[in-house]
């Protein structure tokens, strides 16, 4: 009985049935659908980028979408405004005020003799009229969606006073039928490419704090199995291959080490490991089954699941082993445990009557907010800033990944025509 537990929570990340009709090799654009938000939204008018024409709407479009898919601003049309809007001195600029706008983005996109685009911006308050920031972006064309992420991610942090995410990336596998691929996509799910491509299970990515690096568990030797791959080189090397099941990589906050899950001396339980595969040490020795593992932002301490009071439940243990604690008490089913970048709370999966939510608990108080219920949801991972979480969950019958606010007000699905996702990590 035990050992079908361990394998219930071991795969539970990877537990829904999936079926796909398109070819291993598609990759399709994903379509997102936002709803709520904050109460008080800031409206931001997004000016077309004067000299860009049609060639280059795709950083106007990019910017403006990543803005409001945070659920914290709303976008203010300008868009019938021609010529562009791209000066302050220009009389119109008073139209996006008029309109409600409180902040304008204005840019420019200029073709260089070299081949290259620059593209410079400004953000300005709308009232003052005055210059909140501005930069300039020297790149390839094929650079210019990472270019437009740049730029939200400036006015974000302008606006709201924390860092965006919108130049991060999101890990997750996709299963197409007999295929797995592990995939990292931008946080709104294009410019996807492929890491690892296989025709056995690929489970639990897990990114380095530097971004460099990616861990996860491939069944390809016909047994879980923990690699570690440069996103760099390509290269690839082998962490933890021994008896039994290794599993549920976590790095440390300085990524020397990760937290595996083995079961080579009988019973899952929690090792540390160099991130070279060498120095292998037991945290955990308790006689249920512990797993799981997610490393604190300042490393002093681990979460894990573990079955040890009868349920499975997350507990909080040091980092170098020790006496656990049991933390999440609501209920018979707690699992999934994932830090928030500040160390203050943490996301996990809860079950209440036969569904599973992403829930938050705060680590002072102890209280609990649940945050989506979608009935199906699992692998909840948090953005560096703290303000999303993206998790797998099911729509129509297909596994697809989604992105909640922290405080739960804001809900986003990003939906992939090209197969069935799960098991996302945000990328630190």
Same mark, same amino acid.
Not at 3 to 16: E, S, V
Not at 156 to 176: C, D, M, N, R, T
Not at 405 to 425: F, I, W, Y
């Given at each position: 009985?035990?050992?079908?537990?361990?394998?219930?929570?071991?795969?539970?990340?990877?537990?829904?049935?999936?079926?796909?009709?398109?070819?291993?090799?598609?990759?399709?654009?994903?379509?997102?659908?936002?709803?709520?938000?904050?109460?008080?939204?800031?409206?931001?008018?997004?000016?077309?980028?004067?000299?860009?024409?049609?060639?280059?709407?795709?950083?106007?479009?990019?910017?403006?979408?990543?803005?409001?898919?945070?659920?914290?601003?709303?976008?203010?049309?300008?868009?019938?405004?021609?010529?562009?809007?791209?000066?302050?001195?220009?009389?119109?600029?008073?139209?996006?005020?008029?309109?409600?706008?409180?902040?304008?983005?204005?840019?420019?996109?200029?073709?260089?003799?070299?081949?290259?685009?620059?593209?410079?911006?400004?953000?300005?308050?709308?009232?003052?009229?005055?210059?909140?920031?501005?930069?300039?972006?020297?790149?390839?064309?094929?650079?210019?969606?990472?270019?437009?992420?740049?730029?939200?991610?400036?006015?974000?942090?302008?606006?709201?006073?924390?860092?965006?995410?919108?130049?991060?990336?999101?890990?997750?596998?996709?299963?197409?039928?007999?295929?797995?691929?592990?995939?990292?996509?931008?946080?709104?799910?294009?410019?996807?490419?492929?890491?690892?491509?296989?025709?056995?299970?690929?489970?639990?990515?897990?990114?380095?704090?530097?971004?460099?690096?990616?861990?996860?568990?491939?069944?390809?030797?016909?047994?879980?199995?923990?690699?570690?791959?440069?996103?760099?080189?390509?290269?690839?090397?082998?962490?933890?291959?021994?008896?039994?099941?290794?599993?549920?990589?976590?790095?440390?906050?300085?990524?020397?080490?990760?937290?595996?899950?083995?079961?080579?001396?009988?019973?899952?339980?929690?090792?540390?490991?160099?991130?070279?595969?060498?120095?292998? &040490? %037991? $945290? =955990?020795?308790? #006689?249920?089954?512990?797993?799981? !593992?997610?490393? *604190?932002? +300042? /490393?002093? @301490?681990?979460?894990?699941?573990?079955?040890?009071?009868?349920?499975?439940?997350?507990?909080?243990?040091?980092?170098?082993?020790?006496?656990? &604690? %049991? $933390? =999440?008490?609501? #209920?018979?089913?707690?699992?999934? !445990?994932?830090? *928030?970048? +500040? /160390?203050? @709370?943490?996301?996990?999966?809860?079950?209440?009557?036969?569904?599973?939510?992403?829930?938050?608990?705060?680590?002072?108080?102890?209280?609990?907010?649940? $945050? =989506?219920?979608? #009935?199906?949801?699992?692998?909840?991972?948090?953005? *560096?800033?703290?303000?999303?979480?993206?998790?797998?969950?099911?729509?129509?019958?297909?596994?697809?990944?989604?992105?909640?606010?922290?405080?739960?007000?804001?809900?986003?699905?990003?939906?992939?025509?090209? #197969?069935?996702?799960?098991?996302?990590?945000?990328?630190?």
């Amino acid at each position: 009985m035990n050992q079908k537990l361990a394998m219930c929570i071991l795969k539970m990340r990877w537990a829904f049935v999936l079926f796909l009709l398109l070819p291993f090799w598609a990759q399709a654009a994903m379509t997102i659908d936002i709803t709520g938000g904050a109460q008080s939204k800031i409206p931001v008018a997004v000016a077309p980028f004067a000299g860009a024409g049609a060639t280059y709407q795709l950083i106007t479009d990019v910017v403006g979408a990543d803005l409001l898919r945070s659920g914290e601003l709303s976008l203010v049309d300008v868009s019938d405004l021609n010529p562009p809007l791209s000066d302050p001195a220009d009389p119109r600029f008073s139209v996006a005020r008029q309109r409600g706008a409180e902040a304008v983005v204005l840019g420019t996109v200029t073709p260089l003799a070299s081949g290259q685009i620059q593209v410079s911006f400004r953000l300005m308050d709308a009232v003052k009229q005055t210059q909140l920031a501005g930069y300039s972006y020297t790149a390839d064309a094929s650079e210019l969606r990472a270019v437009a992420h740049k730029i939200a991610d400036v006015v974000y942090e302008k606006l709201i006073g924390v860092p965006g995410i919108f130049s991060s990336h999101i890990a997750y596998v996709i299963e197409q039928g007999k295929h797995y691929s592990l995939q990292i996509a931008d946080a709104d799910g294009q410019n996807v490419h492929s890491v690892l491509k296989s025709i056995e299970p690929i489970i639990s990515p897990a990114w380095s704090s530097d971004g460099r690096q990616i861990a996860y568990v491939s069944f390809e030797k016909n047994k879980p199995i923990v690699y570690v791959q440069s996103l760099t080189t390509g290269k690839r090397h082998i962490v933890a291959n021994f008896k039994g099941s290794n599993s549920a990589p976590s790095w440390s906050p300085d990524g020397s080490k990760l937290a595996v899950v083995l079961t080579r001396d009988s019973g899952s339980q929690i090792y540390e490991i160099n991130a070279d595969g060498s120095g292998l &040490k %037991r $945290l =955990t020795f308790d #006689g249920g089954i512990d797993t799981e !593992p997610d490393w *604190s932002p +300042d /490393g002093q @301490s681990l979460l894990f699941t573990s079955d040890r009071g009868g349920s499975p439940q997350i507990y909080q243990m040091p980092a170098g082993g020790g006496r656990a &604690k %049991r $933390l =999440t008490f609501e #209920g018979d089913y707690n699992v999934s !445990p994932a830090w *928030s970048p +500040d /160390g203050k @709370s943490f996301a996990f999966v809860q079950r209440n009557a036969g569904h599973f939510h992403i829930a938050v608990m705060d680590l002072a108080t102890g209280q609990v907010q649940v $945050l =989506t219920h979608g #009935g199906s949801d699992e692998s909840p991972s948090f953005a *560096s800033n703290g303000k999303m979480i993206v998790y797998a969950t099911r729509m129509n019958g297909r596994g697809v990944l989604a992105l909640v606010s922290s405080d739960g007000k804001t809900q986003v699905h990003l939906s992939d025509v090209a #197969g069935n996702l799960r098991e996302p990590a945000w990328g630190r």
